[in-house]
């Protein structure tokens, strides 16, 4: 991973100052993010506002390479076309003439993430949450696009069968396993057998995805009726693929964990989207996908964690195709 150097007082001002020429910034927080990039939370006057500034980390080559574009372009569009809330550009530099890497300026979101409070709500308020979550993925889902894969940029992974995009991208995953010895070969094989011959994954058009809807990426503040979502965040992972993708990440997350989050984000994505019949199946299918993918980015502290994960989703599956046949 390149590393992104912390930015000086000065050189956050001069950032600022791209957007708002007569900007003061009276307060600045650092924050943890994904991706390794930097993010700054400022309190600006001239004029007051709050903002994030993010300092996007360089990567090389491979598939998100332009992932600070592609998220600027997706925040741009979304709200308008979908009604979702998500932070407003104000600045977006990948000139390298302030620092070398992309930077940007974001409206902040009222509240803060999920992740940070979801351990104190009661289960009204976790249902609530979910629900809206759940109608709001809809919504970003409602973008239909012509391939699964990226849509920013070339993969060469891309192509407009469901399983021909996913089988693809588990092989690659299944590959980074073998080089690194993460899964012996008798569960790689097995994984290799359930997406080659899986007949669920038949979907005929893909869909915009976040790509990471975790509840580090969703906004909630606290109000007299409770908890509700101010908005959705980080889109760098946003590609072209399934539902399932987006909601097999927050169930492998939080499901087991929360169930009346994750009752109030099956209602919420029901009465927005609708369900399809084999939802379940799909699901099992998609949470083992995540699972794979969250073992290969793992660090040496979460790869026990996560070949746990791969190993107990894969046995069920297997079950449940066992009892299918």
Known sequence: MIKTVELSEEVIAAI????????????????????????????????????????????S???????????????????????????????????????P???????????????????????GDQETVG???????AKLHSISLGRFGEFFVDDPLSDVSEKAYTWQRV?????????????????????????AQTGRLTRPMACFVHGDFETGNVVVEAGAGGYHVTGVLDFQRSQGWSPEWDA?????????????????????????????ADFWERLRLYRL????????????????????QVLRLLEEVEKVSGRAT
């Open 131 to 137: 629900y809206e979550m759940g109608r709001y993925l």
């Open 289 to 308: 996908a995540v699972a794979l993918d969250s073992l290969v980015e793992a660090g040496p502290e979460e790869v026990d964690l996560w070949q746990g």
């Open 171 to 195: 092989r690659d995953w299944l590959e980074v396993c073998a080089e690194r010895d993460l899964l012996e070969s008798e569960a790689a094989s097995a994984l290799e057998r359930v997406f």
């Open 61 to 99: 080559t491979g598939r998100g390479s332009r992932g600070p574009q592609k998220e600027t372009h997706v925040l741009r569009i979304v709200t308008p076309e979908t009604g979702v809330p998500t932070p407003r550009v104000l600045l977006f530099d990948d000139s390298g003439t302030l620092v």
């Open 101 to 123: 890497e992309p930077v940007a300026l974001h409206a902040r979101l009222p509240g803060g993430p999920l992740a940070e409070v979801l351990a104190q709500m009661d289960e």
């Open 16 to 59: 600022v100052r791209r957007a708002f020429p007569d900007a003061q910034v009276n307060e600045c927080r650092r924050f943890g993010g994904e991706y390794g990039n930097l993010n700054y939370d400022l309190r600006l006057r001239n004029p007051t506002m709050e903002v994030v500034l993010r300092v996007y980390r360089q990567e």
């Open 248 to 276: 097999a990440r927050l169930a492998n997350q939080v499901f087991d964990s929360y169930p009346a989050l994750a009752k109030g984000f099956l209602d919420g994505y029901a009465d927005a989207a609708g369900l399809p």
